[in-house]
């Protein structure tokens, strides 16, 4: 029996939460595989690790501190996974994201198609409309959009991830230096490094809707103190940790114009809005 830990962090949103979960317990699990879920609680006032647990009891809720945001609670939740077994594969899920019934067995069987131990992306749709792919495997013009083939991919969106327990025993977890975003893009271009590629599924194998456009640093009915709070805030575009990011992976020059251009997007976001 092959056994696959699901990693899923959450804050304030038991229902979105609950969903997700409802989906997951649909999904087609193929024989001589097993589900673990492991849930990291971010300390969520309305209750949603109470509700998680008196629908759920079998899932291995985890308590955050309240600051954990998606990066630093999907690295607890991974951690508390590999304390606990010593698992084949580990899933990552994000909590907005539904998954058809078939999203596991599409999962691993691009897995037996692909190189040995490759990370799988599953791709996601609109809520709305099969056709409209929303997150999955990226590359040099964007997001991989599915045709019925296994593309390889440069990194990708955290939404629903397969990785086999060689590239976690080999390059370790999350980059705990960020706290929301950056985590899934730098985990994708550090496995590839090493030496492990990245794999997307051919179809999709669930749904979530896009975050909003634009975000609260490039409204302009905003006040420019505000625009900037939120430019440096988790849910943001960190400045600092997309320094590190670039400065990590790109060249110095590169890491300062990006660091530049975010400041002079958040003073004249008209200009982005235009493009």
Same mark, same amino acid.
């Given at each position: 029996?092959?056994? %696959?830990?699901?990693?899923?962090? $959450?804050?304030?949103?038991?229902?979105?939460?609950?969903?997700?979960?409802?989906?997951?317990?649909? *999904?087609?699990?193929?024989?001589?595989?097993?589900?673990?879920?492991?849930?990291?609680?971010?300390?969520?006032?309305?209750?949603?690790?109470?509700?998680? /647990?008196?629908?759920?009891?079998?899932?291995?809720?985890?308590?955050?501190?309240?600051?954990?945001?998606?990066?630093?609670?999907?690295?607890?939740?991974?951690?508390?996974?590999?304390?606990?077994?010593?698992?084949?594969?580990?899933?990552? =899920?994000?909590?907005? !994201?539904?998954?058809?019934?078939?999203?596991?067995?599409?999962?691993?069987?691009?897995?037996?198609? *692909?190189? =040995?131990?490759?990370?799988? *992306?599953?791709? %996601?749709?609109?809520?709305?409309? =099969?056709?409209? /792919?929303?997150?999955?495997?990226?590359?040099?013009?964007?997001?991989?959009?599915?045709?019925?083939?296994?593309?390889? $991919?440069?990194?990708?969106?955290?939404?629903?991830?397969? %990785?086999?327990?060689?590239?976690?025993?080999?390059?370790?977890?999350?980059?705990?230096?960020?706290?929301?975003?950056?985590?899934?893009?730098?985990?994708?271009?550090?496995?590839?490094?090493?030496?492990?590629?990245?794999?997307? !599924?051919?179809?999709?194998?669930?749904?979530?809707?896009?975050?909003?456009?634009?975000?609260?640093?490039?409204?302009?009915?905003? !006040?420019?103190?505000?625009?900037?709070?939120?430019?440096?805030?988790?849910?943001?575009?960190?400045? /600092?940790?997309?320094?590190?990011?670039?400065?990590?992976?790109?060249?110095?020059?590169?890491?300062?114009? *990006?660091?530049?251009?975010?400041?002079?997007?958040?003073?004249?976001?008209?200009?982005?809005?235009?493009?």
């Amino acid at each position: 029996m092959k056994k %696959i830990a699901v990693l899923i962090t $959450c804050f304030n949103r038991c229902r979105i939460t609950l969903s997700c979960l409802d989906s997951l317990a649909k *999904v087609d699990i193929p024989s001589g595989f097993s589900l673990d879920v492991f849930l990291v609680d971010d300390a969520s006032p309305d209750n949603t690790a109470k509700e998680v /647990i008196g629908k759920y009891p079998r899932v291995n809720v985890i308590k955050g501190n309240g600051d954990l945001y998606w990066n630093r609670g999907m690295y607890t939740a991974w951690n508390e996974a590999y304390k606990t077994f010593d698992y084949d594969f580990y899933l990552w =899920l994000n909590d907005d !994201t539904l998954l058809h019934e078939n999203a596991l067995e599409n999962l691993l069987e691009t897995s037996k198609k *692909v190189e =040995l131990n490759s990370i799988i *992306v599953g791709t %996601i749709c609109s809520m709305n409309d =099969l056709e409209s /792919i929303t997150y999955g495997g990226r590359n040099r013009n964007g997001i991989i959009i599915p045709n019925g083939i296994s593309k390889i $991919c440069d990194n990708f969106n955290g939404n629903c991830v397969l %990785i086999p327990k060689i590239v976690f025993k080999t390059i370790g977890n999350l980059d705990y230096y960020f706290k929301h975003s950056f985590g899934d893009f730098e985990y994708g271009l550090r496995s590839r490094i090493k030496g492990f590629n990245s794999y997307v !599924t051919p179809s999709p194998i669930g749904k979530c809707d896009r975050n909003q456009w634009p975000p609260n640093y490039l409204k302009s009915e905003i !006040t420019l103190f505000k625009r900037f709070k939120f430019l440096y805030s988790p849910l943001g575009f960190n400045p /600092i940790e997309s320094f590190y990011f670039n400065f990590k992976y790109k060249s110095p020059f590169y890491t300062i114009i *990006v660091f530049l251009k975010l400041h002079l997007n958040v003073l004249f976001p008209i200009i982005v809005l235009k493009k």
